[in-house]
């Protein structure tokens, strides 16, 4: 893992300083642990924006506005990581991969002791929410809600990467994945395919709940209904 990781950091920093994602050094401990973002990786980002949002870019890049909260269902930091790494998805995502052969990914996952890592730089396109991809940043936790229960680590961990994202850009919603369909038929949403949606149980109303009840500093705006 860690030879076939090394050659991925000159990738990962110089899309930062192409201006993928912020370089300052944010107040919560991030460590950077790349998946692979190679030509492959991009190109189907492009046609799935394409495809799915409509949009023409040049570059798979996205403008936050809101956060998304996961869990992995993988009881390890490396099952997890491994499952996002690759650019393409795995045969046994039978049930997304006629959307797009585009592997699923975050923009950082959050191990069960609390460590923070950032596999992508914020703005960079990850495949993680139906419908919502062209603004969200996704955080992932280890874990699941009954065998491998988020920890209080993890909560905390959570409550201090979305506040530090807060002061980075404009966030209006904190949502976990269990709530994206709230959003068909908001502006945010820009699913062209009203048969791809998929029923999320992740992470739970109590996880959010928690989350949300610490963040009155970020002002943010109440889920549509």
């Excluded at 110089?14 to 991009?42: A, H, T």
């Excluded at 961990?157 to 994945?177: E, F, R, S």
């Excluded at 996880?207 to 949300?212: N, T």
Aim: aromatic fraction near 10%.
């Amino acid at each position: 893992m860690k030879n076939r990781n090394y050659p991925l950091l000159l990738i990962f920093w110089l899309s930062l300083l192409l201006g993928f994602g912020s370089c300052q050094k944010p107040p919560v401990q991030i460590q950077d642990k790349p998946i692979l973002f190679n030509q492959e990786r991009k190109e189907l980002s492009l046609q799935y924006i394409k495809e799915h949002y409509g949009l023409e870019m040049e570059d798979p890049v996205i403008e936050p506005k809101m956060v998304v909260v996961h869990w992995t269902d993988i009881p390890t930091l490396a099952g997890s990581f491994d499952a996002f790494y690759p650019a393409t998805l795995p045969v046994a995502r039978k049930n997304i991969a006629s959307a797009s052969a585009l592997n699923v990914s975050v923009q950082y996952l959050v191990d069960r002791d609390g460590t923070i890592y950032r596999l992508l730089p914020d703005t960079v396109f990850a495949r993680h929410v139906i419908g919502l991809n062209h603004c969200a940043i996704g955080i992932e936790n280890v874990g699941n809600g009954t065998d491998f229960p988020l920890t209080d680590a993890q909560l905390e961990a959570n409550v201090k990467l979305i506040k530090y994202l807060g002061t980075q850009y404009d966030i209006a919603y904190v949502i976990g994945h269990h709530q994206y369909k709230k959003f068909i038929g908001s502006p945010l949403w820009k699913e062209k395919d009203p048969d791809y949606l998929t029923d999320k149980v992740d992470p739970g109303d109590e996880f959010m709940e928690k989350i949300l009840s610490r963040l009155s500093s970020l002002h943010l705006k109440p889920i549509p209904n």
